[in-house]
């Protein structure tokens, strides 16, 4: 009892220390130009153009003939997904895209809601921008800005949109949200110039919202949609009124991460840890290491040369599904790799999982999308930006199965207002899609806690 007591007293001291220390740090960025040569003359365009997704015969025709002509490759026996996307499961998916999968109809769900198109920096930027229908009396239409990540879209928030807009429940707070796709992914403009990061894309967002006539909204994103909106409050803290995260990660070479990691395991209660902690966290060098190793090698490409390997998938549609697909497969459940199917079915459809890499293939942007590895992380895992810490108020959904566990602890190393932090009953990477309902709840619970 004495030792844990004496190790909370040090803990506590030392984050007093290191929030004293960090509390006047701001994050600066810069005005960029992405468009092709040198920024024009004249006033910036800030118009808004409704955009309409279409397709085509010759698109379709493209597509299928692509697909037939794939030249199959025998999975090793008793495989699984270990190795990657389990072939005779491919070719299952394959055969329901190409005789099955009604893109058209795709099509029309994905016009459903209003889409647009603003040119800021130099490029389009692609956004959905969906109002409420209904607003109870007395209530107030809060502006909520959601981003997605890799290997996702605006797609992704298609489950969770009328959760949000229209809630069942009386006393939830109804949103007007905006989801754009980060530029280089879906029908968003890729940037022509090296550099583009997430603080850049974080800037180019803030502008969005400001020239919808917001001064004020809320922001929510995972995978890289949490850094984009994690700088977004950094960069605005005035004007992002609330942070909602389903992923985060942390430098792990903070003194009290690697005090929690040393100790945690037989010392819990002082760091907070739960249940779940010790068992997503413990071996280690197994869960944190070794995993994030195994499950990494398509970052370590994107973040160094993702030109090569995105060209190939550029031409393949059936190896775009695969190397896509494998992500929904193993960032949902690391159990999953156990299945022949990689369990893809039971927490998506094929219809939604074919969508997404409809629109990475239709729009030609999986070259692009990688690059922002390239842009974000193959200069150092240590920008700028990650030794800032967050001050507007932060709620953080952690899912049991997400592809890394972040403790509350660690996650209030970054995020030193964090007003609510949920142990999530079920889910993984893909939180909005494969969970909308819990995470619609998490959101409007983070409102009400503020409230």
């Known amino acids: 009892m004495f030792t844990e007591v004496l190790v909370a007293i040090v803990i506590g001291g030392v984050i007093y220390f290191l929030v004293q220390k960090r509390r006047s740090q701001v994050l600066k960025t810069k005005d960029g130009w992405w468009g092709v040569g040198a920024p024009p003359d004249g006033e910036e365009d800030i118009s808004v153009r409704p955009f309409k997704i279409s397709t085509s015969d010759e698109e379709l025709e493209d597509l299928y003939r692509r697909i037939d002509q794939t030249r199959p490759v025998a999975s090793l026996e008793d495989s699984q997904f270990h190795y990657g996307f389990n072939s005779q499961c491919l070719q299952k998916v394959v055969s329901y895209w190409r005789n099955d999968f009604d893109w058209r109809k795709q099509v029309d769900k994905l016009n459903q809601y209003p889409h647009f198109k603003t040119n800021i920096e130099g490029i389009d930027v692609h956004y959905m ?171 370590h490409i994107q973040a160094t040369k993702p030109d090569t390997a995105g060209r190939g998938l550029n031409d393949s549609p059936v190896g775009l599904a695969a190397y896509i697909l494998e992500k929904f497969s193993t960032a949902t459940n690391f159990d999953f790799r156990n299945l022949e199917d990689g ?56 899912f049991p199965n997400e592809v890394m566990h972040m403790p509350k602890l660690w996650v209030q190393q970054k995020y030193h207002n964090l007003v609510s932090y949920t142990l999530m009953a079920r889910g993984g990477h893909f939180a909005a899609m494969e969970e909308p309902q819990l995470l619609a709840e998490d959101i409007h619970k983070q409102l009400r806690f503020r409230g």
């Open 343 to 398: 369990g893809l079915t039971r927490k998506f459809s094929l219809d939604d999982l074919l969508t997404n890499i409809m629109i990475y293939w239709t729009s030609g942007c999986i070259v692009s999308s990688m690059r922002f590895y390239k842009e974000n992380v193959g200069h150092g895992l240590a920008p700028p930006h990650t030794k800032i810490p967050v001050v507007v108020p932060t709620g953080f959904a952690c």
């Open 129 to 299: 921008h969906i109002k409420p229908q209904r607003v109870p009396q007395g209530s107030a239409v809060i502006p909520l800005i959601m981003v997605h990540g890799w290997p996702g879209s605006f797609y992704e928030f298609f489950g969770i949109i009328p959760l949000l807009t229209e809630p069942s429940d009386p006393g939830d707070c109804v949103f007007e949200v905006v989801c754009p796709s980060i530029p280089g992914y879906g029908f968003s403009e890729a940037p022509h110039k090296k550099g583009f990061d997430t603080v850049c894309a974080a800037r180019i967002f803030i502008k969005l919202m400001k020239r919808l006539g917001f001064q004020h909204f809320y922001a929510q994103g995972g995978d890289w949609g949490w850094q984009v909106t994690t700088n977004m409050a950094q960069l605005e803290p005035k004007m992002v009124t609330g942070l909602h995260l389903n992923f985060a990660s942390v430098t792990m070479g903070g003194l009290i991460v690697t005090l929690s990691i040393m100790f945690g395991r037989h010392f819990p209660k002082p760091f907070g840890f739960t249940d779940l902690d010790i068992q997503r966290l413990y071996p280690f060098m197994d869960k944190l290491v070794v995993e994030s190793i195994k499950e990494s090698g398509y970052m």
